[in-house]
């Protein structure tokens, strides 16, 4: 059986789960149910980073003890992922001693190779990114990702030789075409080729908080050598080594440079086999501005699957987001998306034709089909889409099949027809919205569930989107998929 392991990128907790992090969790749990569709053997991975200096931080402005503090907010995320129906197949924390353990043993396993020295670092460092920074990579003065002035830090460190690798990262990146989308990957090139690489300081002096440093005591590991090191450990319990390399790493593009840059070195240091893909995702806005505390515009998740549903959620931020683009969220596109396509398109889609079938039949049995409407179905671009991880285009995809199959019925005037020609027109249309219910499932797996309720049938795999496999259907019809707001 295939495999195939996803990750996201793991979350500090110095702060609630916001928009942001949901979608990621989203778009993971869209591609890790997709393949578990095409009967893969999947290992879906999130988590926290616990040992970030912004979780202390944020702990002594709370005035609660840091572990307290870590495991509080931790536990928060852990629920976000059981609100948005995610179905993760381990959750790592970086406190747990299974990750500190392995975290330790690379560390050491590169410095043994060579590949750390001790030295003295001076510079300008950005709390919030958890990461130095130069001049000219500052905007006006500020760190570009969090708009505040970094630091300047002089202390003893040990240093990762991360320029020893430059060259056998490039030719990674170009020759595996690991960071997709192309223009993630060509940042990463660009930057590469006329800025290189420095070495990089891998520990932090006197810090109580993090894990500690294997050659040193007084130091611990700089948490994002640490951290990497998550998509790893979570594969060295007995049973899981199998899933290592990971296929995919899903990560924001704020953290490009750490994962395909940084990440791969210490791989190549410790000779261990790199990833295969480096997924990056844009950020998102809100009305058209920046996410920020500041600004007040920081969206609750868990506010908005109350009010108006998980599925509602899932579907709006996967198809209105171009993969790989930064994308917009304002409660008025929700609702339009909601109303015109959930409600509108595929909820009376399923309601009218189940109705016409209650009507008429106490049992629906395989008759004769209409092939022009079956014609209509492209499996074939639906799956390449996929595979490209163009997840919105799949769905534009699955519903323009939707909208043909709605199409098909006004034109028929089904709701005219009797006899066989109703027979036949009515099994091909129930053959369509169980097929449909397969395709949404990765995406909208609630309604695929309510709908195969209906349809009196279990849920399937893809290999099942084919028309004319089911031999009689007992139409139970429910209540309407969506509800319009």
């Known amino acids: 059986m295939k495999k195939f392991?996803?990750?996201?990128?793991?979350d500090y907790v110095n702060a609630d789960p916001h928009i942001g992090h949901a979608y990621e969790k989203i778009i993971a749990d869209v591609l890790a149910r997709w393949h578990r569709l095409k009967e893969e053997d999947v290992f879906f991975l999130t988590g926290t980073d616990d040992n970030?200096?912004?979780?202390?931080?944020?702990?002594?402005?709370?005035?609660i003890p840091v572990k307290e503090f870590v495991d509080?907010?931790?536990?928060?995320?852990?629920?976000?992922?059981?609100?948005l129906n995610i179905t993760n197949d381990d959750f790592i924390r970086t406190t747990e001693q299974r990750h500190v353990k392995v975290a330790q043993e690379i560390f050491k396993k590169v410095f043994d190779k060579g590949d750390i020295y001790k030295d003295y670092y001076e510079g300008l460092y950005c709390k919030g990114c958890e990461a130095f920074y130069t001049e000219k990579d500052l905007t006006n003065g500020k760190c570009p990702e969090h708009n505040v002035e970094p630091e300047f830090l002089k202390e003893e460190s040990y240093f990762f030789k991360l320029s020893k690798y430059k060259k056998d990262i490039i030719k990674l990146i170009r020759q595996q075409n690991l960071v997709y989308p192309d223009q993630w990957r060509n940042e990463?090139?660009?930057?590469?080729?006329?800025?290189?690489?420095?070495?990089?300081?891998?520990?932090?002096?006197?810090?109580s908080w993090g894990i500690k440093c294997p050659i040193d005591g007084k130091h611990v590991i700089y948490v994002w050598f640490d951290a990497l090191i998550n998509y790893y450990s979570a594969t060295r319990n007995?049973?899981?080594?199998?899933?290592?390399?990971?296929?995919?790493?899903?990560?924001?593009?704020?953290?490009?440079?750490?994962?395909?840059?940084?990440?791969?070195?210490?791989?190549?240091?410790?000779?261990?086999?790199?990833?295969?893909?480096?997924?990056?995702?844009g950020y998102l806005t809100v009305n058209?501005?920046?996410?920020?505390?500041?600004?007040?515009?920081v969206i609750d998740p868990i506010n908005l699957v109350e009010r108006y549903g998980v599925d509602q959620l899932r579907y709006f931020l996967v198809r209105e987001i171009p993969?790989?683009?930064?994308?917009?969220?304002?409660?008025?596109?929700?609702?339009?998306?909601?109303?015109?396509?959930?409600?509108?398109?595929?909820?009376?889609?399923?309601?009218?034709?189940?109705?016409?079938?209650e009507n008429n039949f106490n049992k629906l049995k395989k008759t004769e089909m209409d092939d022009e409407l079956i014609k209509e179905l492209n499996l074939d671009e639906i799956n390449d889409?996929?595979?490209?991880?163009?997840?919105?285009?799949?769905?534009?995809?699955?519903?323009?099949?939707?909208?043909?199959?709605?199409?098909?019925?006004?034109?028929?005037?089904?709701w005219e027809l009797k006899g066989k020609e109703l027979e036949k027109h009515l099994y091909t249309l129930v053959e369509s919205i169980r097929i449909i219910s397969i395709l949404l499932s990765p995406f909208i797996p609630s309604t695929s569930d309510k709908i195969n309720k209906q349809l009196g049938i279990k849920n399937g795999n893809f290999k099942d989107c084919k028309f004319g496999l089911v031999k009689e259907y007992k139409i139970k019809k429910g209540k309407v998929l969506f509800n319009k707001v």
């Open 385 to 414: 889409r996929m595979n490209n991880f163009e997840l919105n285009n799949a769905l534009n995809e699955i519903w323009r099949f939707i909208n043909e199959v709605n199409k098909h019925i006004n034109k028929e005037k089904v």
């Open 188 to 207: 990463i090139l660009s930057r590469l080729e006329k800025e290189g690489t420095k070495d990089l300081s891998v520990t932090r002096i006197n810090r």
């Open 288 to 297: 058209g501005q920046k996410i920020g505390k500041s600004l007040g515009n």
């Open 52 to 63: 970030a200096s912004k979780n202390e931080e944020a702990a002594k402005k709370a005035n």
């Open 72 to 83: 509080k907010n931790a536990k928060k995320f852990e629920q976000l992922c059981k609100e």
């Open 323 to 357: 993969f790989g683009e930064d994308g917009d969220f304002s409660e008025e596109a929700l609702k339009a998306r909601i109303n015109n396509e959930l409600a509108n398109d595929l909820g009376n889609l399923v309601s009218r034709v189940l109705t016409l079938v």
């Open 5 to 10: 392991y996803i990750t996201t990128a793991i």
């Open 238 to 281: 007995k049973g899981n080594e199998k899933y290592w390399p990971a296929d995919v790493h899903l990560i924001g593009k704020g953290i490009n440079w750490f994962h395909s840059v940084i990440w791969p070195a210490i791989l190549f240091s410790s000779e261990i086999e790199q990833p295969k893909k480096i997924l990056v995702h």
